[in-house]
């Protein structure tokens, strides 16, 4: 039996359409019936989550969100349809991410190193919540406000006008003294030179010279709680001044008298003058190189927990009471189980050492300068677990720095940071 070319035409016009039908098919990925296992996961908010978006194991894409449902008592539920062969080890995070600040949202999913089994098919598990931008705009402005409280409380330490007038009558009262001693010691001049009277020379000088080395110790004392704002350091540079150059009278003259006197009292008060008046030249310098090198820092950052998705804040003083001396005051995690931090150190802007409390645990740390604008710092602290710290700074503006930190590189549980730092 012959074919016919109508029947021939149908039969290619046939599978054409099958072939097309086909090729469309292969090319959307369309299928007859979904293919995988769905996972179920419950946010309060999914900050844009829709359907067919994608769903990411590790960074890898494992599958689609099948669909979005409102529960009224427990938030939005989000199924996952999970590609076949794709394992979720449970107690793995869950997390909405987007590609970018304005990116199409997706879902996260961070494995746990902690198990060894697997969601099975229709399992239901509880997303993590992350910050969205208006909850990170209030978190800064409770910061600020923390931090604000901070800076106030100090300056009602340092700076309350009671403590200020105190501190300056004590030292107006010191230079006094000292003024009224430079008289003195013109008067007791003349007195020796008029009547002769060698031995109450002595004692006076001995007396006079205990007296110096007391003054010199009491601003000593109050050189430690100086505020530095000007005018009180000021003061105090001149009241050390004033006691330097009358130690300096009153060892001269007792060195003159020195070689006169031959009463052996006489002699041990002269001695004892001298040490006197050495001692409190000595501390007078010692504490005028303080008074001029004394400086202060803080520091304020604000750094992101890749691997929590959380924000935290540290704020530190630094006081520099040499060029190779200083000490660190500061709080970490404000507002998130704050830790203290408290040590002291020795070095320069290329290396420094330090020892003290670290995150409220007994550590030491070392800093070091790489460049003009990288410096690095690691702290070994908490004897009783040992943590290691690694942090570096990169500079890009005055007094602006990028910071990246990995808190217990040492440990499983390794934190990472990245953030930014300013310095006033």
Same mark, same amino acid.
């Given at each position: 039996?012959?074919?016919?070319?109508?029947?021939?035409?149908?039969?290619?016009?046939?599978?054409?359409?099958?072939?097309?039908?086909?090729?469309?098919?292969?090319?959307?990925?369309?299928?007859?019936?979904?293919?995988?296992?769905?996972?179920?996961?419950?946010?309060?908010?999914?900050?844009?989550?829709?359907?067919?978006?994608?769903?990411?194991?590790?960074?890898?894409?494992?599958?689609?969100?099948?669909?979005?449902?409102?529960?009224?008592?427990?938030?939005?539920?989000?199924?996952?349809?999970?590609?076949?062969?794709?394992?979720?080890?449970?107690?793995?995070?869950?997390?909405?991410?987007?590609?970018?600040?304005?990116?199409?949202?997706?879902?996260?999913?961070?494995?746990?190193?902690?198990?060894?089994?697997?969601?099975?098919?229709?399992?239901?598990?509880?997303?993590?919540?992350?910050?969205?931008?208006?909850?990170?705009?209030?978190?800064?402005?409770?910061?600020?406000?923390?931090?604000?409280?901070?800076?106030?409380?100090?300056?009602?330490?340092?700076?309350?006008?009671?403590?200020?007038?105190?501190?300056?009558?004590?030292?107006?009262?010191?230079?006094?003294?000292?003024?009224?001693?430079?008289?003195?010691?013109?008067?007791?001049?003349?007195?020796?030179?008029?009547?002769?009277?060698?031995?109450?020379?002595?004692?006076?000088?001995?007396?006079?010279?205990?007296?110096?080395?007391?003054?010199?110790?009491?601003?000593?004392?109050?050189?430690?709680? !100086?505020?530095? =704002?000007?005018? $009180? /350091?000021?003061?105090?540079?001149? @009241? &050390?001044? *004033?006691?330097?150059?009358? #130690?300096? +009278?009153?060892?001269?003259?007792?060195?003159?008298?020195?070689? !006169?006197?031959? =009463?052996?009292? $006489? /002699?041990?008060?002269?001695?004892? @003058? &001298?040490? *006197?008046?050495?001692?409190? #030249?000595? +501390?007078?310098?010692?504490?005028?190189?303080?008074?001029?090198?004394?400086?202060?820092?803080?520091?304020?950052?604000?750094?992101?927990?890749?691997?929590?998705?959380?924000?935290?804040?540290?704020?530190?003083?630094?006081?520099?009471?040499?060029?190779?001396?200083?000490?660190?005051?500061?709080?970490?995690?404000?507002?998130?189980?704050?830790?203290?931090?408290?040590?002291?150190?020795?070095?320069?802007?290329?290396?420094?050492?330090?020892?003290?409390?670290?995150?409220?645990?007994?550590?030491?740390?070392?800093?070091?300068?790489?460049?003009?604008?990288?410096?690095?710092?690691?702290?070994?602290?908490?004897?009783?677990?040992?943590?290691?710290?690694?942090?570096?700074?990169?500079?890009?503006?005055?007094?602006?720095?990028?910071?990246?930190?990995?808190?217990?590189?040492?440990?499983?549980?390794?934190?990472?940071?990245?953030?930014?730092?300013?310095?006033?």
């Amino acid at each position: 039996m012959n074919i016919s070319t109508e029947a021939k035409v149908g039969s290619m016009s046939l599978i054409a359409c099958m072939l097309l039908v086909y090729i469309v098919i292969h090319l959307s990925g369309f299928t007859f019936g979904d293919k995988g296992y769905p996972v179920q996961a419950v946010f309060r908010q999914v900050n844009g989550i829709k359907e067919g978006n994608i769903v990411r194991y590790a960074g890898v894409d494992v599958g689609r969100i099948k669909e979005v449902r409102v529960l009224p008592q427990e938030g939005v539920q989000v199924t996952m349809l999970m590609d076949p062969g794709v394992k979720i080890p449970e107690g793995s995070k869950f997390l909405i991410g987007a590609d970018g600040l304005m990116g199409e949202k997706y879902i996260n999913i961070i494995p746990t190193d902690h198990s060894s089994s697997y969601l099975l098919p229709n399992a239901k598990v509880k997303g993590e919540e992350i910050q969205g931008l208006d909850e990170l705009i209030a978190s800064s402005d409770r910061v600020l406000a923390e931090v604000h409280d901070l800076v106030k409380s100090l300056n009602e330490i340092v700076g309350d006008d009671k403590v200020k007038a105190a501190m300056k009558n004590t030292i107006l009262n010191a230079q006094e003294i000292t003024d009224n001693m430079n008289i003195m010691m013109g008067n007791l001049a003349r007195m020796t030179q008029e009547n002769g009277d060698i031995d109450v020379t002595v004692k006076n000088l001995s007396a006079m010279s205990r007296s110096l080395r007391e003054a010199a110790a009491r601003a000593e004392i109050m050189m430690q709680a !100086v505020d530095n =704002d000007g005018q $009180t /350091a000021r003061d105090l540079q001149v @009241t &050390l001044v *004033n006691i330097k150059n009358t #130690s300096i +009278r009153v060892e001269k003259m007792a060195a003159a008298l020195e070689g !006169v006197v031959t =009463d052996p009292a $006489t /002699a041990q008060n002269i001695k004892e @003058t &001298l040490k *006197n008046a050495r001692m409190a #030249s000595e +501390r007078a310098n010692k504490m005028l190189t303080k008074v001029s090198s004394i400086d202060t820092k803080v520091g304020f950052e604000t750094l992101y927990n890749r691997d929590t998705g959380k924000y935290s804040s540290n704020a530190d003083l630094k006081i520099n009471t040499s060029p190779t001396d200083f000490a660190i005051i500061g709080v970490s995690h404000i507002g998130d189980g704050s830790k203290g931090n408290f040590q002291v150190g020795k070095g320069n802007e290329e290396f420094a050492g330090r020892a003290g409390v670290i995150d409220s645990k007994v550590g030491v740390g070392v800093d070091t300068k790489i460049g003009k604008q990288m410096s690095l710092s690691l702290d070994v602290y908490d004897p009783q677990d040992v943590r290691v710290k690694l942090r570096s700074l990169y500079q890009v503006a005055p007094d602006t720095f990028i910071v990246g930190q990995s808190d217990g590189i040492n440990k499983q549980d390794e934190q990472t940071y990245f953030g930014v730092r300013r310095n006033f």
